[in-house]
């Protein structure tokens, strides 16, 4: 039975929670991830074309609380504030996302929520947060649904449904619900993987690419030109799609046996690859477009000069936009930090930049 079957079945039993007075409140920390394997293109119900493998970030978090009531009529209500402000259009969105699932948890129905979010982050600096915002509201309704009807006690059945849930809103939403690496979609690889949901994927306490930071490097703070549901969507009629799909099948592959094996350079260039491919679908796309701007070449430029001449660790990938994740040991962290200062934060707005680092995953908050 799929995950959705299952769920579907199981919602017969969440349709009227017990009655409840006074409201409570839920509330969840979740944080952001990066790809280095990437998802990039989608079938019908936000299910990915390949597998992906990422890690979660540990600083770059959304915090999210929901206070929710019984108002005994039919009909679900929601507040919604971003960060202390009432926002409308973060609002709309949300409700479109609450009755796009409310078949999983129909006892949504009967409630009113009160949502307030807030990211770690300047919400414009060009960072992506709807893995991190999307993955903490799931939490938070699978947390709700736990509280009303005694049910997920099972850890890995809460994760499970919260990423099934996070999915639905964003793609890589799935994969913010776990820590340190976790893959979304299935592959040959990883026992238990599906395209429904995240799964983690653990490496040896030992292996030291778990201890990997990530500086994200600001180059422009500026709202991206299209959006990543429309670069998903230009995949469809994408002359590349197949040959992609194949391409990060094999990265998948050839990424899990250097990850395991510890081979830094294979690890290095499968990234780095990966990263550019992106890069160049959204070229090739129809229409083409490129969201990459100088100031990323420079940065990579640099990176590239730095490993080749010093032969330190030290890499990169982007996600959709023009901000550079620059990747090393956690051992290289003074080096870094003075390779940063003296020759990246030149190229970032306002000299601006992130540091941060794999993370163990989100954290129950209230
Ligand atoms: C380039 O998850 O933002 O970051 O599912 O439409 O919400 P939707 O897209 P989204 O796409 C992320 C694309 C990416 C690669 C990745 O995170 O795997």
Redesign the pocket.
Known sequence: MSLKEKYLKEANGLKKPGPFTNSHQVGWRSPS?I?LI???G?KAD?LPQNP?L?FTLKNACTETIVEYSSHGKEGLQLDFYFEGKTNPLFETRVMKYLKSIAAYLPFLDQLHLKIQSKNSFPHSSGI?S??SSMSALALCLVQIEKELFNTLEDANDFLRKASFLARLG????ARSVFGEYVTWGTSNFIDGSTNEAGVSYTIADNNSLLTLKDAILITSKEKKQVS??SG?RMMQNHPWADARYQQAQANFGALNNAIITENDEKFISIIENEALS?HALMLSSDPGYSLLIQNTWNIIERIRKLRETTGTFVTFTL??GPNVHLIYKKEDNDQMKDFIQNELVQYCENEYWIDDEIGTGPERII
């Open positions: 991830n790809a990437k998802y990039w989608k936000q992906s990422s992506a709807s893995a964003s793609g890589s939403a990543s549901s998903h992106l996600d959709a």
